[in-house]
């Protein structure tokens, strides 16, 4: 069974930088598209990002610019790198992989003004 564990979420200032970290763990053969997914209290859940095994990337609009997604295959993780970050951008950020369906617990990220 998959699991995937978020790390890297903060406090950070706005204007800040984090990088979230999502590593897979357990049995699976591949995890073709992950993807990155934030909900703020509130507010549904929203696609922030995603990637390909080869490497294709897509992001929201609100996002592009600001973060980049990246994975190293051989370690079974993806990465969220978080660049000047808005107030607006607060909320748990959740790893998802598609071919599989699974969820990670999701990692708080704060922004303060």
């Known amino acids: 069974q998959v699991r995937l564990v978020e790390s890297g979420g903060g406090l950070v200032q706005a204007g800040g930088s984090l990088r979230l970290s999502c590593a897979a763990s357990g049995i699976f053969f591949s995890l073709n598209t992950m993807g990155w997914y934030r909900q703020a209290p509130g507010k549904q859940r929203e696609l922030v990002a995603e990637i390909t095994t080869s490497g294709r990337t897509n992001y929201a609009d609100s996002v592009k610019g600001r973060f980049t997604i990246s994975r190293d295959n051989a370690k079974n993780t993806v990465y969220l790198q978080m660049n000047s970050l808005k107030v607006e951008d607060t909320a748990v950020y959740y790893c998802?992989?598609?071919?599989?369906?699974?969820w990670g617990q999701g990692t708080q990220v704060t922004v303060s003004s």
């Open positions: 998802y992989a598609h071919q599989v369906g699974i």
